[in-house]
């Protein structure tokens, strides 16, 4: 990883510490704001502002959104992420 996005991460990261069981992300659609997901048992603690996750979006669409931010406010509607993508270099 380039040294700039070594350092965003990182400032997101900090900023936020990764602890919480929600995560507010950004998905590549026209409805603006955040979409808040509920995070799976064995991705607490790996999910942080900046990663890419794996989300379902409506009753068939699957989509990868960027996380915002992670946290404990639990919201009135909720969905579940369903993965992080795991690349290969």
Known sequence: MPDDLKAISSYFFSMNN??????????PLPPEGCFTY???DELLGKV???MRVVVQF??????????????????????????QPTFTT
């Open 18 to 27: 990764a602890v919480g069981h929600y995560a507010d992300v950004i998905l």
């Open 58 to 83: 409506g009753a068939k669409k699957f989509y990868s959104a960027i996380v915002r931010l992670v946290h404990d406010n639990k919201p009135e509607k909720v969905a579940l992420i369903l993965s």
């Open 48 to 50: 942080s502002p900046g």
């Open 38 to 40: 509920l995070i799976p």
